[in-house]
């Protein structure tokens, strides 16, 4: 079992909707990262959270540490919302652990 | 102020050659971590380095090594390179010790070994 689950692995959404990526994780951590990559590799930060919630635009994000879960939404979804979404831990040697990624799709 | 800005941005290598990776750090930002990610998995943490040495490292070969320079940037060499080396290679820069800030990563490698 990977340290830090995500899902769904695909997720594909009509323009407009309310998106959920979850992310489960079972070591003790420091800090938890939502990450956006899009095609051509290249991974940008959204959000580094260690409690509580966090909203930057669209997008929103919560922790639950006693649960050990995550979630990201992202409200009235848009095409340039389209790409692989990231959930990492940093533990407490400081190293990220990465979860696989849930790629998402969103159509006009 | 730049980003973390990594070179090249692809190379095309043969089995059994050296490769070597470039990248520095955010301005500001005195740690450097590599991570590997093959096509449709998420990244594996390969090493960390700050104040010139490896600090931390993941389960990879000796085949991979690192260095870090006195300005923070640092390199990632891998020897004796195999098929399943291709992959996109990420550096991503922070300062030591518990995490403050969002995370900064370059826009990778992209190593294929033919």
């Known amino acids: 079992k990977n340290e830090v689950e995500q899902s769904p692995q695909n997720l594909t959404a009509q323009e407009g909707e309310f998106i959920t990526i979850n992310c489960s994780y079972s070591v003790g951590i420091s800090a938890l990262h939502w990450l956006q990559q899009h095609p051509g590799g290249g991974i940008v930060s959204l959000f580094m959270?260690?409690?509580g919630k966090k909203k930057h635009g669209r997008l929103i994000a919560t922790i639950n540490i006693q649960e050990k879960h995550s979630s990201l939404h992202i409200t009235a979804s848009h095409p340039r919302d389209s790409a692989v979404y990231i959930c990492a831990v940093t533990g407490t040697a400081s190293k990220l652990t990465f979860g696989t990624g849930t790629r998402l799709q969103v159509t006009l | 102020d730049a980003g973390v800005t990594q070179s090249p941005t692809h190379l095309i290598k043969t089995r059994g050659q050296q490769v070597t990776l470039r990248c520095s750090p955010k301005?500001?930002?005195?740690?450097v971590s590599w991570y590997q990610q093959a096509l449709g998995q998420g990244p594996q943490f390969i090493f960390q380095?700050?104040?010139?040495?490896?600090?931390q490292r993941g389960n990879f070969p000796d085949r991979f090594s690192g260095h870090q320079f006195p300005n923070y940037s640092s390199e990632l060499n891998v020897n004796a390179l195999l098929l399943g080396d291709s992959a996109l290679y990420l550096c991503?820069?922070?300062?030591?010790?518990?995490?403050?800030?969002?995370?900064?990563f370059g826009s990778g490698t992209q190593l294929s070994v033919l």
């Open positions: 991503a820069s922070s300062l030591r010790g518990p995490p403050r800030e969002k995370l900064f």
């Open positions: 959270l260690s409690s």
């Open positions: 301005s500001g930002h005195d740690t």
């Open positions: 380095y700050y104040e010139e040495e490896e600090r």
